[in-house]
């Protein structure tokens, strides 16, 4: 594909429901990154990918928040019993290389906002 | 703990004036410093990153570790800038970015 992509790119939940959120990240690459950004603030940073292995999920939320890569490449967000203050877009960018050797750019998907009513 | 603080929400310059994005950071180790930038409708990508040493659009940055900054500067905006520029840090060998909450750019004709 071109670039990074995510579906759905809009999605609106009633407050309690799961959703899920899907990432197809640049083929090939081994990073992937999940990024949640609200209204008016710069995206935080959620958890890391390196192939299937999760390397990171300092920035989950809470345990309402699931991430998975089973195969190493598509990438599952998870949010069950959605609540308001989960409304947000969330973005997904992959790179190309493992993260521990020289940075290498992060490309990002187009984010999915996700309403939570 | 790392932090990225813009203190700017808005700017607004003439055509053709300089610049300058204001990017504080703190973070006790050595940091990896980029700048993303948003055009209206379209993804986040990256502008420039503070190892290379790049000139990207005119834009230029320079880490200062003495006082923490890693400001955007460019000599001579142009209408096409108008975009959110958010900076962000990347700690060594590993995986988490901290962004600012951005700066929203407007240069006028």
């Known amino acids: 594909g071109a670039g990074v992509s995510q579906s759905p790119r809009y999605k609106v939940a009633k407050r309690g429901q799961d959703v899920a959120l899907r990432c197809d990240p640049i083929s090939g690459h081994v990073s992937l990154f999940w990024y949640q950004q609200a209204l008016g603030q710069g995206p935080e940073f959620l958890t890391y990918?390196?192939?299937?292995?999760?390397?990171?999920k300092s920035g989950l939320p809470s345990d309402r928040f699931f991430a998975e890569r089973p195969e190493g490449s598509v990438s599952t967000l998870k949010i069950q019993r959605t609540q308001q203050e989960d409304s947000a877009v969330y973005l997904c960018?992959?790179?190309?290389?493992?993260?521990?050797?020289?940075?290498?750019?992060?490309?990002f998907g187009p984010g999915t906002r996700l309403t939570v009513l | 703990a790392q932090r990225v603080t813009q203190p700017e929400k808005l700017l607004s310059v003439f055509k053709g004036a300089p610049v300058e994005l204001k990017c504080n950071y703190s973070y006790s180790g050595s940091p990896e410093l980029f700048w993303y930038v948003q055009y209206s409708r379209q993804r986040l990508q990256l502008l420039l990153r503070?190892?290379s040493r790049e000139s990207i659009k005119g834009f230029t940055a320079d880490l200062n570790k003495g006082e923490t900054s890693f400001h955007l500067k460019k000599p001579f905006a142009q209408e096409e800038d108008s975009a959110m520029y958010y900076c962000a840090l990347m700690t060594t060998n590993a995986g988490k970015s901290t962004f600012g909450d951005g700066t929203t750019l407007t240069v006028k004709p």
């Open positions: 960018a992959s790179t190309k290389r493992p993260i521990a050797e020289f940075y290498n750019e992060q490309f």
């Open positions: 503070h190892i």
């Open positions: 990918f390196q192939n299937e292995a999760q390397l990171d």
